[in-house]
């Protein structure tokens, strides 16, 4: 799985969506059971949205979506393939709860953020630096919402799992 720094800046292109990308096309429902890996879910990652997606993404890049990004099914492949195919962030006008909470436990960070989804357009390169909390692309900056320290955490430590280990670590 490509892991991204989210303690250095992050460059990457946008690659955008509309409203209502549900977890079923995010993530094909048909592999749900078949494959986990990383390796294995990578290459179908949007595949029922944007087949060339998954051939195409490089490490970095920025996935933008409209209102209600990860709607659907509880699938936990629909976070871990984008991450698995390098995507550094989600930015969305709105996320559904559970794909929000997937997203963080897999270290994918996910920016709510209404004004950056509308203005971001497809090919244009931004900039994420999640430790000063901006976004920039061209001359727009926007601030990144406020996120409680335990969730900034687990996303520096590149997920939930990678977290709790190292604070069972640190408790020996």
């Not at 060339?52 to 659907?72: K, L």
């Not at 409680?148 to 997920?159: D, N």
């Amino acid at each position: 799985m490509t892991t991204i720094d989210l303690s250095q800046p992050v460059t990457g292109r946008i690659w955008k969506y509309g409203d209502s990308v549900n977890t079923d096309v995010i993530f094909p429902g048909k592999y749900t059971y078949t494959k986990q890996e990383p390796e294995e879910i990578a290459p179908h990652a949007l595949e029922d949205l944007d087949p060339a997606f998954a051939g195409a993404v490089q490490a970095g890049d920025i996935v933008v979506g409209g209102i209600n990004w990860g709607c659907g099914s509880s699938r936990e492949q629909a976070a871990g393939c984008l991450r698995a195919c390098g995507v550094s962030a989600v930015i969305a006008k709105s996320f559904s709860r559970i794909f929000y909470r997937n997203a963080i436990n897999s270290g994918l960070l996910v920016i709510a953020h209404e004004e950056a989804a509308e203005a971001l357009a497809a090919g244009d390169e931004a900039i994420i630096d999640f430790q000063s909390g901006t976004i920039t692309s061209g001359s727009n900056v926007w601030q990144i919402p406020e996120m409680s320290e335990s969730l900034r955490q687990i996303l520096l430590s590149g997920g939930l799992i990678p977290y709790a280990k190292a604070q069972l670590e640190a408790a020996r």
